[in-house]
């Protein structure tokens, strides 16, 4: 089945899968249209990465809020409210820190959550609120073979839009999506 832009699969992107920038562009780019999947975030999501984007990669306030207003003015439809007491009835995910995620996730209807954490989620937590919790990877693994020809061509607008080529993003995403990378060279072998 090729997803379209009518697609109604949602996942919220953690923190964690935003903050660096060649994985951030794929997931990103993945969402525009043709459309994989509708992605998802909350305020409380987009001020971790503003957080992390300042203490771990020194970027400037100027730059952080650069960053996160394409991200909100790219997908106006991401942005998920949540009700403060819902991430403090969440008490079975071990991080409390990570509660706001789950919310997210179940206010959004959301199918999946994509991060880095996995094991933040564990199913016994999460299944009852129909959610699957995937890294980066395995969720990349999902959409290339949903629609490899479409995957491909993103890769090389996101290759294009740094002035490289495919090579160049495929070496930045290796690192977070080894399995996803090992697909993309083997289709392209």
Known sequence: MILTQDNEYAAVLDACVLVPMPLCDTLLRLAED?????????????????????????????????RLRSMRDAFPE?????????PLALEGIPDPNDRHVLASAIRGQAHAIVTRNVRHFPEVCIHSYNVLCQSPDDFLIHQFHLNPPQVLEKLDAQAAAIRQGREQVILLLKPMAPGFIGLVEQWTA
Do not use: D, F, H, K
């Open 34 to 66: 043709p459309a994989m999947y509708r992605p998802l975030w909350s305020e409380a999501i987009l001020a971790e990465v503003g957080t992390a984007l300042e203490s771990n990669l020194n970027l400037t306030p100027q730059q952080i809020e650069r």
């Open 78 to 86: 991401a942005s998920i409210s949540i009700p403060p007491e819902l």
